[in-house]
């Protein structure tokens, strides 16, 4: 299954860039989260994950203290708790468009 990637520019009213915000703040350290999406949060249907796969958003802190969502399918046996940085970093360099790793850096 092949589809196109978008990377989506937070809004700053959205109740799920707050709940993005409040988790950045709380772990400083960090500069990737990954979270189970909320209902409607991207505008366009994600799909089918696949079997034994569940849809994600990897968020992404840019330099400038916004951030970027980007839905990701993978493994139901991945914790979204357990993903590091490094990993995540990997995911964001793979399935990111061309104009959100520029955004980041």
């Not at 700053?12 to 915000?21: C, L, S």
């Not at 139901?76 to 793979?94: P, T, V, Y």
């Amino acid at each position: 299954m092949v589809r196109k990637v978008t990377a989506k520019i937070v809004p700053a009213k959205d109740p799920t860039a707050e709940a993005d915000r409040a988790w950045f703040e709380a772990n400083a350290e960090r500069r990737f989260r990954l979270r189970d999406p909320a209902p409607l949060e991207f505008r366009d249907p994600l799909g089918d994950p696949g079997d034994g796969f569940s849809w994600r958003v990897l968020v992404a802190l840019l330099p400038d203290g916004g951030r970027l969502r980007l839905p990701i399918s993978l493994s139901w046996e991945l914790h979204n708790d357990h993903a590091k940085d490094q990993h995540l970093r990997i995911l964001f360099d793979q399935i990111a468009p061309a104009e959100a790793k520029a955004r980041l850096g």
